[in-house]
Protein backbone atom coordinates (compact mmCIF):
# COMPACT_ATOMS: atom_id res chain seq x y z
CA UNK A 1 0.00 0.00 0.00
CA UNK A 2 1.22 2.92 -1.06
CA UNK A 3 1.80 6.09 1.83
CA UNK A 4 -0.57 8.38 0.09
CA UNK A 5 -3.38 5.48 0.31
CA UNK A 6 -2.85 4.73 3.27
CA UNK A 7 -3.16 8.26 5.20
CA UNK A 8 -6.51 8.43 2.37
CA UNK A 9 -7.77 5.27 4.45
CA UNK A 10 -6.67 6.26 7.74
CA UNK A 11 -8.73 9.60 7.21
CA UNK A 12 -11.98 8.13 6.34
CA UNK A 13 -11.57 5.48 9.06
CA UNK A 14 -11.58 8.63 11.57
CA UNK A 15 -7.58 8.45 12.05
CA UNK A 16 -6.49 6.77 15.16
CA UNK A 17 -10.17 5.40 15.77
CA UNK A 18 -9.69 3.35 12.51
CA UNK A 19 -6.80 1.90 14.02
CA UNK A 20 -8.47 0.92 17.26
CA UNK A 21 -6.43 3.32 18.95
CA UNK A 22 -9.18 5.35 20.42
CA UNK A 23 -12.56 2.77 21.30
CA UNK A 24 -15.94 4.61 22.30
CA UNK A 25 -16.45 3.21 25.28
CA UNK A 26 -13.32 5.31 27.13
CA UNK A 27 -15.12 8.39 26.00
CA UNK A 28 -17.63 10.07 28.51
CA UNK A 29 -20.70 10.66 27.00
CA UNK A 30 -20.76 14.47 28.08
CA UNK A 31 -17.88 14.77 25.23
CA UNK A 32 -20.54 13.11 23.12
CA UNK A 33 -23.28 15.40 23.22
CA UNK A 34 -22.49 18.54 21.62
CA UNK A 35 -21.87 18.35 18.31
CA UNK A 36 -20.60 21.34 15.97
CA UNK A 37 -23.10 24.23 15.38
CA UNK A 38 -24.91 22.91 18.84
CA UNK A 39 -24.92 25.75 21.14
CA UNK A 40 -21.02 25.96 21.42
CA UNK A 41 -19.01 29.18 21.51
CA UNK A 42 -17.31 28.30 18.39
CA UNK A 43 -20.08 28.11 16.22
CA UNK A 44 -21.49 31.10 17.26
CA UNK A 45 -18.50 32.82 16.63
CA UNK A 46 -17.79 31.37 13.07
CA UNK A 47 -21.65 32.39 12.67
CA UNK A 48 -20.49 36.21 13.22
CA UNK A 49 -17.80 35.60 11.17
CA UNK A 50 -19.28 34.24 8.06
CA UNK A 51 -22.36 36.77 8.55
CA UNK A 52 -19.57 39.66 8.58
CA UNK A 53 -18.07 38.83 5.52
CA UNK A 54 -21.47 38.56 3.49
CA UNK A 55 -22.16 41.94 5.34
CA UNK A 56 -19.09 43.52 4.17
CA UNK A 57 -19.73 41.95 0.66
CA UNK A 58 -22.99 43.54 0.26
CA UNK A 59 -21.82 46.66 1.26
CA UNK A 60 -19.69 46.79 -2.04
CA UNK A 61 -23.34 48.12 -3.29
CA UNK A 62 -22.92 51.09 -0.96
CA UNK A 63 -22.91 54.39 -2.65
CA UNK A 64 -19.72 55.22 0.07
CA UNK A 65 -17.60 53.13 -2.04
CA UNK A 66 -18.26 55.10 -5.23
CA UNK A 67 -18.28 51.99 -7.30
CA UNK A 68 -20.74 52.78 -9.66
CA UNK A 69 -21.85 49.41 -10.09
CA UNK A 70 -19.19 48.54 -12.17
CA UNK A 71 -18.70 44.80 -12.75
CA UNK A 72 -14.87 44.35 -12.79
CA UNK A 73 -14.64 47.26 -9.77
CA UNK A 74 -16.54 45.45 -7.80
CA UNK A 75 -14.93 42.02 -8.12
CA UNK A 76 -11.65 43.81 -7.73
CA UNK A 77 -13.71 45.02 -4.48
CA UNK A 78 -14.10 41.43 -3.76
CA UNK A 79 -10.41 40.35 -4.42
CA UNK A 80 -9.78 43.43 -1.28
CA UNK A 81 -11.87 41.59 0.83
CA UNK A 82 -10.38 38.40 0.68
CA UNK A 83 -6.64 39.52 0.59
CA UNK A 84 -8.05 41.42 3.70
CA UNK A 85 -9.24 37.99 5.08
CA UNK A 86 -6.62 36.21 3.79
CA UNK A 87 -4.58 38.83 6.32
CA UNK A 88 -6.39 38.12 8.98
CA UNK A 89 -6.81 34.60 9.60
CA UNK A 90 -2.81 34.69 9.07
CA UNK A 91 -1.80 36.79 11.70
CA UNK A 92 -5.03 37.97 13.89
CA UNK A 93 -6.56 34.42 14.48
CA UNK A 94 -2.75 33.23 15.81
CA UNK A 95 -2.46 36.89 17.74
CA UNK A 96 -1.21 36.01 21.01
CA UNK A 97 1.02 38.89 22.65
CA UNK A 98 2.30 36.52 25.22
CA UNK A 99 3.51 33.96 22.42
CA UNK A 100 4.30 36.75 19.40
CA UNK A 101 5.36 36.25 15.91
CA UNK A 102 6.61 38.54 12.94
CA UNK A 103 4.20 37.64 10.15
CA UNK A 104 4.52 39.54 6.69
CA UNK A 105 1.74 41.39 5.74
CA UNK A 106 2.43 41.34 1.68
CA UNK A 107 3.45 39.13 -1.27
CA UNK A 108 2.89 39.97 -5.20
CA UNK A 109 -0.56 37.76 -4.64
CA UNK A 110 -1.38 39.46 -0.99
CA UNK A 111 -2.16 43.19 -1.19
CA UNK A 112 -4.05 45.42 1.37
CA UNK A 113 -2.94 48.80 2.94
CA UNK A 114 -1.02 50.49 0.44
CA UNK A 115 1.65 47.52 -0.25
CA UNK A 116 4.87 48.79 -1.78
CA UNK A 117 7.02 46.63 -4.26
CA UNK A 118 10.36 47.58 -2.87
CA UNK A 119 9.23 46.93 1.13
CA UNK A 120 8.86 44.10 3.37
CA UNK A 121 6.53 44.29 6.48
CA UNK A 122 6.03 42.68 9.43
CA UNK A 123 3.05 42.97 11.88
CA UNK A 124 3.47 41.24 15.34
CA UNK A 125 1.00 41.51 18.14
CA UNK A 126 1.66 42.93 21.44
CA UNK A 127 0.61 43.73 24.80
CA UNK A 128 1.83 46.84 27.06
CA UNK A 129 1.56 44.91 29.91
CA UNK A 130 4.33 42.52 28.51
CA UNK A 131 8.23 42.91 27.70
CA UNK A 132 9.26 42.21 24.26
CA UNK A 133 13.28 41.94 23.31
CA UNK A 134 13.14 42.47 19.25
CA UNK A 135 16.60 41.04 17.59
CA UNK A 136 17.42 41.76 13.78
CA UNK A 137 19.42 42.82 11.05
CA UNK A 138 19.51 45.73 8.44
CA UNK A 139 20.17 42.89 5.95
CA UNK A 140 20.86 46.01 3.32
CA UNK A 141 17.92 47.64 3.19
CA UNK A 142 18.26 51.42 2.95
CA UNK A 143 15.35 52.56 5.84
CA UNK A 144 14.39 50.52 8.78
CA UNK A 145 11.48 51.19 11.55
CA UNK A 146 9.11 50.26 13.87
CA UNK A 147 5.98 51.35 14.78
CA UNK A 148 3.54 50.91 17.73
CA UNK A 149 -0.21 50.46 16.34
CA UNK A 150 -3.15 51.15 18.77
CA UNK A 151 -6.62 50.15 18.98
CA UNK A 152 -8.80 51.01 16.30
CA UNK A 153 -12.58 51.91 17.06
CA UNK A 154 -15.45 51.92 15.30
CA UNK A 155 -15.15 55.94 15.55
CA UNK A 156 -11.45 56.02 14.35
CA UNK A 157 -11.55 52.81 11.88
CA UNK A 158 -8.09 53.89 10.03
CA UNK A 159 -6.33 54.14 13.91
CA UNK A 160 -3.93 55.65 15.14
CA UNK A 161 0.60 55.64 15.68
CA UNK A 162 2.21 55.02 18.85
CA UNK A 163 5.87 55.42 19.19
CA UNK A 164 7.97 54.78 16.28
CA UNK A 165 11.50 54.47 15.79
CA UNK A 166 13.44 54.40 13.24
CA UNK A 167 17.16 53.09 12.28
CA UNK A 168 18.58 56.38 12.89
CA UNK A 169 17.16 56.63 16.17
CA UNK A 170 18.59 52.97 17.66
CA UNK A 171 22.46 51.28 17.78
CA UNK A 172 23.11 49.30 15.15
CA UNK A 173 26.40 47.19 14.99
CA UNK A 174 29.21 46.83 12.39
CA UNK A 175 27.26 44.03 10.81
CA UNK A 176 24.04 45.34 10.86
CA UNK A 177 22.96 43.86 14.09
CA UNK A 178 20.46 45.48 16.55
CA UNK A 179 18.40 44.92 19.42
CA UNK A 180 15.41 46.85 21.05
CA UNK A 181 13.55 46.33 24.38
CA UNK A 182 9.92 47.32 23.55
CA UNK A 183 7.44 48.12 26.76
CA UNK A 184 5.53 50.61 28.62
CA UNK A 185 8.31 51.89 30.94
CA UNK A 186 11.79 53.16 29.98
CA UNK A 187 14.77 50.94 29.30
CA UNK A 188 18.52 51.53 28.96
CA UNK A 189 19.75 51.18 25.16
CA UNK A 190 17.30 51.39 22.31
CA UNK A 191 14.00 51.38 23.55
CA UNK A 192 10.14 51.75 21.74
CA UNK A 193 7.69 52.88 23.98
CA UNK A 194 4.40 50.88 24.37
CA UNK A 195 1.28 52.60 24.97
CA UNK A 196 -1.58 51.45 26.92
CA UNK A 197 -3.71 50.83 23.90
CA UNK A 198 -1.01 49.23 21.80
CA UNK A 199 -1.83 46.26 19.84
CA UNK A 200 0.70 45.45 17.44
CA UNK A 201 3.92 46.28 16.14
CA UNK A 202 4.62 47.09 12.33
CA UNK A 203 7.93 47.18 10.88
CA UNK A 204 9.36 48.32 7.51
CA UNK A 205 12.21 47.27 5.46
CA UNK A 206 13.21 49.53 2.27
CA UNK A 207 16.20 49.23 -0.58
CA UNK A 208 16.41 50.52 -3.64
CA UNK A 209 17.20 47.50 -5.87
CA UNK A 210 17.06 47.27 -9.81
CA UNK A 211 14.88 44.50 -8.92
CA UNK A 212 12.21 45.53 -6.48
CA UNK A 213 12.76 43.12 -3.13
CA UNK A 214 9.19 41.72 -2.90
CA UNK A 215 9.42 39.69 -6.11
CA UNK A 216 12.45 37.89 -4.14
CA UNK A 217 10.32 34.69 -2.67
CA UNK A 218 13.31 33.72 -0.66
CA UNK A 219 13.64 37.26 0.76
CA UNK A 220 12.96 37.33 4.74
CA UNK A 221 14.22 39.97 6.88
CA UNK A 222 16.28 38.21 10.07
CA UNK A 223 13.81 39.20 12.61
CA UNK A 224 12.28 37.97 15.86
CA UNK A 225 10.67 38.99 18.85
CA UNK A 226 9.78 36.99 22.16
CA UNK A 227 8.83 37.94 26.02
CA UNK A 228 12.19 38.69 28.02
CA UNK A 229 10.39 36.05 30.86
CA UNK A 230 9.62 33.11 28.59
CA UNK A 231 6.01 32.14 28.66
CA UNK A 232 4.77 28.92 29.64
CA UNK A 233 3.40 26.85 26.50
CA UNK A 234 0.00 27.67 24.95
CA UNK A 235 -2.72 25.63 27.13
CA UNK A 236 -4.47 22.90 23.87
CA UNK A 237 -7.37 24.69 22.20
CA UNK A 238 -10.34 24.77 23.53
CA UNK A 239 -14.37 25.93 22.62
CA UNK A 240 -13.89 29.17 24.58
CA UNK A 241 -10.14 30.21 23.38
CA UNK A 242 -10.55 29.04 19.54
CA UNK A 243 -14.00 31.10 19.61
CA UNK A 244 -11.82 34.47 21.04
CA UNK A 245 -9.54 33.97 18.40
CA UNK A 246 -12.33 34.14 15.21
CA UNK A 247 -13.86 37.24 17.39
CA UNK A 248 -10.78 38.82 17.21
CA UNK A 249 -10.23 37.82 13.97
CA UNK A 250 -13.60 38.87 13.02
CA UNK A 251 -12.71 42.55 14.88
CA UNK A 252 -9.88 42.88 12.97
CA UNK A 253 -11.34 42.51 9.63
CA UNK A 254 -14.52 44.80 10.49
CA UNK A 255 -12.52 47.70 11.19
CA UNK A 256 -10.00 46.98 7.90
CA UNK A 257 -12.79 46.79 4.90
CA UNK A 258 -14.39 50.41 5.02
CA UNK A 259 -14.88 53.05 2.00
CA UNK A 260 -12.51 55.73 2.61
CA UNK A 261 -14.59 58.93 2.98
CA UNK A 262 -12.94 61.57 4.74
CA UNK A 263 -10.52 59.72 6.27
CA UNK A 264 -8.09 60.43 3.43
CA UNK A 265 -8.77 64.54 3.73
CA UNK A 266 -5.00 65.09 4.14
CA UNK A 267 -3.06 68.18 2.24
CA UNK A 268 -0.91 65.45 0.24
CA UNK A 269 -3.79 63.96 -1.57
CA UNK A 270 -5.38 65.36 -4.43
CA UNK A 271 -8.80 64.77 -5.47
CA UNK A 272 -8.17 66.64 -9.00
CA UNK A 273 -6.86 64.03 -11.89
CA UNK A 274 -3.49 64.37 -13.48
CA UNK A 275 -2.68 66.88 -10.61
CA UNK A 276 -0.28 66.41 -7.57
CA UNK A 277 -0.22 68.13 -4.54
CA UNK A 278 3.31 69.43 -3.18
CA UNK A 279 4.86 66.48 -0.98
CA UNK A 280 4.93 67.46 2.05
CA UNK A 281 5.11 65.96 6.32
CA UNK A 282 1.93 65.46 7.73
CA UNK A 283 2.27 65.52 11.77
CA UNK A 284 -0.54 64.23 11.68
CA UNK A 285 0.81 60.98 10.04
CA UNK A 286 0.50 59.70 13.32
CA UNK A 287 -3.24 60.01 13.34
CA UNK A 288 -2.84 57.20 10.27
CA UNK A 289 -2.70 53.82 11.07
CA UNK A 290 -0.01 51.80 9.52
CA UNK A 291 1.32 54.87 7.95
CA UNK A 292 5.05 55.81 8.90
CA UNK A 293 6.03 59.38 10.87
CA UNK A 294 9.13 59.47 8.37
CA UNK A 295 7.20 59.44 5.08
CA UNK A 296 6.78 62.61 3.09
CA UNK A 297 3.98 61.65 0.86
CA UNK A 298 2.11 62.96 -2.52
CA UNK A 299 -0.66 61.08 -4.06
CA UNK A 300 -3.12 62.04 -6.81
CA UNK A 301 -5.56 59.88 -9.18
CA UNK A 302 -4.70 59.50 -12.85
CA UNK A 303 -7.15 59.77 -15.44
CA UNK A 304 -6.27 58.80 -19.31
CA UNK A 305 -7.60 57.83 -22.08
CA UNK A 306 -6.43 55.13 -24.45
CA UNK A 307 -4.31 57.32 -27.01
CA UNK A 308 -2.87 59.38 -24.29
CA UNK A 309 0.00 59.48 -22.06
CA UNK A 310 0.70 61.26 -18.59
CA UNK A 311 3.97 62.66 -17.99
CA UNK A 312 5.08 62.98 -15.12
CA UNK A 313 8.75 65.63 -14.11
CA UNK A 314 10.35 66.02 -11.33
CA UNK A 315 14.06 65.64 -9.13
CA UNK A 316 14.61 63.15 -6.39
CA UNK A 317 15.57 64.73 -3.50
CA UNK A 318 18.50 63.26 -1.06
CA UNK A 319 16.57 61.48 1.50
CA UNK A 320 16.70 57.68 2.48
CA UNK A 321 14.52 56.35 -0.17
CA UNK A 322 11.95 57.47 -2.64
CA UNK A 323 9.57 55.86 -5.26
CA UNK A 324 6.55 56.73 -7.72
CA UNK A 325 3.83 52.99 -7.25
CA UNK A 326 0.31 52.43 -8.83
CA UNK A 327 -2.45 51.41 -7.35
CA UNK A 328 -6.05 50.54 -7.50
CA UNK A 329 -8.66 52.71 -5.88
CA UNK A 330 -8.11 49.92 -3.04
CA UNK A 331 -4.78 50.98 -2.50
CA UNK A 332 -3.50 47.42 -3.69
CA UNK A 333 -0.28 47.91 -6.19
CA UNK A 334 -0.82 46.96 -9.34
CA UNK A 335 0.97 43.97 -10.59
CA UNK A 336 4.36 44.39 -10.28
CA UNK A 337 5.10 40.69 -11.16
CA UNK A 338 4.57 40.95 -14.82
CA UNK A 339 4.58 44.40 -15.23
CA UNK A 340 6.74 47.79 -14.17
CA UNK A 341 4.64 49.93 -12.11
CA UNK A 342 6.20 51.22 -9.91
CA UNK A 343 10.02 52.85 -10.04
CA UNK A 344 12.32 53.71 -7.29
CA UNK A 345 15.57 55.64 -7.57
CA UNK A 346 17.80 53.00 -8.88
CA UNK A 347 15.14 52.18 -10.87
CA UNK A 348 15.01 55.74 -12.93
CA UNK A 349 17.05 56.78 -15.86
CA UNK A 350 18.22 60.41 -15.24
CA UNK A 351 17.91 63.52 -17.68
CA UNK A 352 21.19 65.09 -18.79
CA UNK A 353 20.25 67.74 -15.78
CA UNK A 354 19.77 65.07 -12.89
CA UNK A 355 15.87 65.31 -13.42
CA UNK A 356 13.33 62.85 -14.52
CA UNK A 357 10.97 62.42 -16.72
CA UNK A 358 8.27 59.47 -16.11
CA UNK A 359 5.76 58.22 -19.10
CA UNK A 360 2.76 56.88 -17.63
CA UNK A 361 0.66 54.61 -20.32
CA UNK A 362 -0.88 52.05 -21.75
CA UNK A 363 1.30 50.41 -23.37
CA UNK A 364 5.78 51.46 -23.71
CA UNK A 365 6.22 54.19 -25.64
CA UNK A 366 9.92 52.96 -26.34
CA UNK A 367 11.46 55.26 -24.20
CA UNK A 368 13.17 55.30 -20.33
CA UNK A 369 10.88 55.47 -16.89
CA UNK A 370 7.69 54.12 -18.30
CA UNK A 371 4.93 52.73 -16.25
CA UNK A 372 2.33 50.50 -17.09
CA UNK A 373 -1.27 51.12 -16.72
CA UNK A 374 -2.61 47.84 -17.69
CA UNK A 375 -4.63 49.41 -19.41
CA UNK A 376 -6.79 51.09 -17.11
CA UNK A 377 -8.57 54.72 -17.51
CA UNK A 378 -8.08 55.51 -13.43
CA UNK A 379 -5.86 54.35 -10.72
CA UNK A 380 -3.80 56.45 -8.10
CA UNK A 381 -0.45 57.07 -8.41
CA UNK A 382 1.67 57.46 -4.98
CA UNK A 383 5.14 59.40 -3.82
CA UNK A 384 6.55 58.19 -1.42
CA UNK A 385 9.97 60.04 -0.04
CA UNK A 386 11.75 59.04 3.13
CA UNK A 387 13.41 61.02 5.48
CA UNK A 388 14.38 63.66 3.43
CA UNK A 389 17.41 65.92 3.92
CA UNK A 390 16.01 68.91 1.49
CA UNK A 391 12.93 70.67 0.25
CA UNK A 392 11.30 68.25 -2.71
CA UNK A 393 10.70 69.93 -6.21
CA UNK A 394 7.01 70.25 -7.21
CA UNK A 395 6.10 67.31 -9.30
CA UNK A 396 4.56 68.39 -12.35
CA UNK A 397 2.26 66.77 -14.82
CA UNK A 398 1.02 66.65 -18.49
CA UNK A 399 -1.20 65.34 -20.25
CA UNK A 400 -0.17 64.54 -24.33
CA UNK A 401 -1.42 62.18 -26.86
CA UNK A 402 0.80 58.83 -27.27
CA UNK A 403 1.15 59.53 -30.54
CA UNK A 404 3.74 62.68 -29.96
CA UNK A 405 6.13 60.95 -27.99
CA UNK A 406 9.16 60.40 -29.61
CA UNK A 407 11.36 57.21 -28.99
Same mark, same amino acid.
Given at each position: MSRRDF????ALAGGGAGLGLLSLNVLKPSMLTTAVGDGTETAEAMRELIELISLKDASFEDPAWRLLGDEDTLAEARLLLLHTINHTLDVWLSADPMRPAFKRWHYPDKKLFGDNPDAIYYEASVSAEQIYRIKGNTDGATYTS???? $? =?? =???? *??????ATLNDTEFEIDAHG??????????????? $??? &??????ITTRHYFELEESVALDPLRN??????????? &?? &??PPSDASVAASIRRA????????????????????????????????? *????DIGYAAMDNVYSMAPFVIKPDQALIIRGRWPECRFASLVLWNRFL??????? *????????? =?????DGSFKM???HKDPG $????????? *??????????????????????????? &????S
Open positions: LKGFFSVE $L =TK =TKED *RIGKLGNYEIIASATPHEGNW $LKL &APDAVSIPLVIEPLEPP &AP &APTQWLDRSVNPLGEDMSFSWVSRIPNKLPAPSLE *RNNEQTFDYRY *RTISRNRKQ =TTLEEILA $LPNWLDSEG *RLFGLMFWRFQLPEEEIEPLITEVVPF &ASLK
